[in-house]
């Protein structure tokens, strides 16, 4: 059974840095794009970050561009993201997912698994 478990998550002041991780179980995912997105209450989820399966091709959300960055470990089988300078807008629940093809981009209908996601919290 697939599981993605995300960590890392917690309540920091802006200008400040948090890593999340997010540790992938049941399969290996070392030949799968691997997402990061965020839900803030109130909004739809949205595209945070995407890798593709050797780590390269990063690709962000304008609103995370040159603050957060996206890596993995594919022998962990582990997916990060290194978040830094956070805004109070960065507030929301973070979900990191495994796409379903080596073409998705930025649309949550793209990726299959997901995980429970956990909390960032932002304050000014």
């Known amino acids: 059974q697939v599981q993605l478990v995300e960590s890392g998550g917690g309540l920091v002041q802006a200008g400040d840095s948090l890593r999340l991780s997010c540790a992938a179980s049941?399969?290996?995912?070392?030949?799968?794009?691997m997402g990061w997105f965020r839900q803030a209450p109130g909004k739809d989820r949205e595209f945070a970050a995407r890798?593709?399966?050797?780590?390269?091709?990063?690709f962000y959300a304008d609103s995370v561009k040159g603050r957060f960055t996206i890596s993995r470990n594919n022998a962990k089988n582990t997916v990060y993201l290194q978040m830094n300078s956070l805004k109070p807008e960065d507030t929301a629940v973070y979900y990191c997912?495994?796409?379903?093809?080596?073409?998705?981009?930025?649309?949550?209908?793209?990726?299959?698994?997901w995980g429970q996601g956990t909390q960032v919290t932002v304050s000014s």
């Open positions: 049941g399969r290996t995912f070392s030949s799968d794009v």
């Open positions: 890798i593709n399966s050797s780590g390269g091709s990063p």
């Open positions: 997912a495994v796409a379903r093809t080596y073409w998705a981009t930025t649309k949550p209908n793209e990726y299959a698994y």
